[in-house]
């Protein structure tokens, strides 16, 4: 993917954010915060559904965990989700009323990346949020970098492999069965350039009368 086309994907796909919250009345008013400022919103009650939501394919990017909740706590949420393997990792803000530098530094180390102690401003929250997003689309663009640079490997690859060559009009044929011109082939394989010319051996099989007249032409020693 170059990056014109990262940047339409990333314009065109609206942030998903995975909340986890089991209180109805706090949970409603951050979807409608969030979905107000054009967030699409995955809602969980717990951290159980939480994570079976972060198990999907298209699991959201960005992840906003409560941690006292029934079932499994955010902690532990936090913990299961940071197990999951994934190329490019969900960004996690844990809310709480826990406020205790302990509380801090336990939900870092079970994997949050930011933290916010409730009650919060919600212009507070959307300004981590814009923070997150910016890491996600830090760590897309970076794997966009590594898909091309394995691309340009298997290129590299081709051409050190085993090529199928013609025995007598040297022809390549490509990885779809078609034969093509040796330097037709190299072309698009890599960015050589050619310049033709005749070796002495075509020389004298091609235009034996030059080379004659070459030869009679030399002054000896």
Known sequence: ????????KMNDSPLRILIAE?????RNILTAILKKNGVEVVETSNGLE????MQKPDAPRLVILDWVMPEMDGLETCHHIRKIEATEPPYIIMLTI?????DIIAGLNAGANDYL????DFGELMAR????????????RLAA???????????????QGILPICSFCKKIRDDKGYWNQLENYLSRHSEAEFSHG??????KEHYAEFCEESDNNTIPD
Do not use: W
């Open 1 to 8: 993917m170059n990056y014109d086309d990262f940047e339409a």
């Open 22 to 26: 089991d209180d109805l009345t706090s």
């Open 50 to 53: 939480a994570l079976n939501e």
């Open 98 to 102: 826990k406020d205790d530098k302990s």
């Open 117 to 120: 102690a409730k009650p919060f």
């Open 129 to 140: 949020i814009k923070v997150g997003e910016r890491m996600i689309q830090m760590q897309e």
């Open 145 to 159: 970098q590594v898909q091309e640079l394995r691309q340009a490997l298997d290129h590299i690859k081709t051409l």
């Open 198 to 203: 005749i070796c002495p051996q075509c020389m």
